[in-house]
């Protein structure tokens, strides 16, 4: 079921972001024939018009995305055992924006990869993770369930068997535990 939403409000965000960026870019050609003095501003009720537009967008964005987060963190809170813990992240630090690199001799600027780290900046608030915790801990309350937030340090080389560190990751999508245990772990399983 929830993969089934994931899709809908994937392809329902790209599409909106489509459109929004026809939008800008409409609004910024009319600003530019129009000479506005100041680009922030409309200066016109057809150009007035597009930033409302643009805003309606940029609520339906926001109205399917707290929509997923319900239905997730209903499906979550429901799947869950008497415990859920949640990793404790720091989404401000991490969408921070990518500071300007200095080469050598500090009077140029190298190439320090904004662009990309923007996008995932973009895609990461997307998802509204902060949100999604928010709507886990309180539901998870109503049906009488524990949330514990756990520090993000070593989350992701820790065994769930035996609580060991001694794991190794052959890539992404696999632990190993060298303790003795043998665990496999997979991401289906994480």
Do not use: W
């Not at 239905?71 to 500071?99: C, H, P, W, Y």
């Not at 794991?167 to 303790?179: K, V, Y």
């Amino acid at each position: 079921m929830s993969l089934l939403h994931h899709n809908i409000q994937v392809a329902s965000l790209k599409a909106n972001a489509k459109k929004k960026a026809y939008y800008q870019r409409i609004l910024a050609k009319k600003k530019r024939l129009n000479k506005n003095k100041k680009k922030h501003r409309c200066e016109s009720n057809s150009q007035q018009r597009l930033a409302n537009k643009i805003a309606k967008l940029d609520n339906k964005n926001a109205n399917i995305r707290e929509n997923f987060c319900h239905t997730i963190s209903k499906e979550i809170v429901q799947e869950a055992k008497a415990i859920i813990s949640l990793e404790d992240l720091k989404l401000k630090n991490m969408t921070r924006k990518a500071k300007p690199k200095r080469d050598a001799s500090g009077r140029n600027f190298t190439k320090n990869n904004a662009r990309a780290k923007s996008g995932l900046n973009r895609s990461m608030l997307n998802v509204s993770l902060g949100r999604l915790g928010v709507f886990v801990t309180y539901k998870a309350n109503d049906f009488g369930k524990a949330v514990v937030h756990v520090n993000p340090a070593y989350t992701s080389r820790t065994c769930h068997v035996c609580q060991g560190k001694n794991t190794a990751r052959p890539n992404q999508a696999a632990i190993i535990c060298l303790n003795g245990c043998g665990t496999l772990l997979t991401k289906m399983q994480l």
